[in-house]
């Protein structure tokens, strides 16, 4: 169980850690513009070596802001709930700390897709057109490779809650 637990414990911690680092940084999307290269993110916009914030109220990128904060706080519980998994308390018999730890960790993933798919919809159908030479870059896959860390650690979790809880029920006869 423990080799479970800390093998989540561990994928969490760097997809958290892939979380904050994605969503702070400005490098989702690089592009030419006027003879040279810019770039932007969730919050700025940079051109000639000078950022700028993003001012305006876009829905798209309000909601891709909004899901990745939503993720960070959502494995941040789940790591919470993971290194609790390791103290075993008796006043939490009924409750199962890797199986809410699990559950936190597959809520990131999902508002993590979410987010990934919004901002690649709208990359791809409104800016891909607007800017003729673009592409992603590497903050924008570092929130994808969050994604497959959070879904392995949730993983990690819910096999430590079944070997947990198969031991629980095999000692108890």
């Not at 892939?18 to 989702?28: C, E, K, Q, R």
């Not at 999307?29 to 993110?41: P, T």
């Not at 000639?48 to 829905?59: E, G, H, L, R």
């Not at 899901?67 to 993971?82: P, T």
Request: proline share 0%; aromatic share 20%; charged share 10%.
């Amino acid at each position: 169980m423990y080799s479970f637990t800390g093998g989540g414990l561990f994928c969490a911690i760097i997809g958290n850690i892939l979380i904050v680092v994605s969503t702070a940084t400005d490098y989702w999307m690089q592009y030419r513009l006027s003879g040279s290269y810019a770039h932007q993110g969730l919050w700025r916009y940079c051109m000639a070596n000078k950022c700028y914030m993003q001012t305006a109220s876009i829905a798209y990128w309000n909601a891709t802001r909004a899901f990745m904060i939503l993720s960070g706080m959502a494995c941040f519980a789940g790591i919470m709930a993971g290194i609790l998994s390791f103290a075993h308390f008796s006043a939490f018999e009924r409750f199962s700390r890797s199986f809410a730890a699990g559950i936190m960790l597959f809520i990131s993933t999902f508002f993590l897709l979410l987010a990934m798919a919004i901002y690649t919809g709208v990359t791809l159908s409104f800016l891909g057109k607007r800017f003729g030479d673009w592409r992603f870059s590497w903050s924008y896959i570092l929130g994808w490779v969050a994604m497959l860390m959070t879904f392995i650690a949730g993983i990690f979790y819910m096999c430590a809650h079944r070997l947990y809880e198969s031991r629980r029920v095999v000692g108890s006869r």
